[in-house]
């Protein structure tokens, strides 16, 4: 079992930055990819990066490709999401989540965390 808590979401103007943090309890962080995913309203779960247990190989969804990195801290127990040139259209919940291989699809992850809300204005 991995429990997960997301923070550092919030309001921002076009163009700002944001870094989301998940932290991660339970079974040995280090034994599981992570994933970002967002979720705007009316809209399905997307995916947003991905990135392996050592962290050596990421993934990102082509429109984030450029403005959001993904990384994590094993010794930290904590993934990160740096998400720079913030648009409108990035406003969603924003959710971390566990799989045992790095991947893409959403129905992948054992395990997902609250979320935390960002959103952008114009």
């Known amino acids: 079992q991995v429990q997960l808590v997301e923070s550092g979401g919030g309001w921002v103007q076009a163009g700002d930055s944001l870094r989301l943090s998940c932290a991660a309890s339970?079974?040995?962080?280090?034994?599981?990819?992570m994933g970002w995913f967002r979720q705007a309203p009316g809209k399905e779960r997307e995916f947003v990066a991905a990135i392996s247990r050592s962290g050596a190989t990421t993934v990102y969804a082509d429109s984030m490709k450029g403005r959001f990195t993904i990384s994590r801290n094993n010794a930290k127990n904590t993934v990160y999401l740096q998400m720079n040139s913030l648009k409108p259209e990035d406003t969603a919940v924003y959710y971390c989540?566990?799989?045992?291989?790095?991947?893409?699809?959403?129905?992948?992850?054992?395990?997902w965390g609250q979320g935390t809300q960002v959103t952008v204005s114009s």
């Open positions: 339970g079974r040995t962080f280090s034994e599981y990819a």
């Open positions: 989540a566990a799989s045992t291989i790095i991947r893409r699809l959403v129905s992948g992850y054992d395990y």
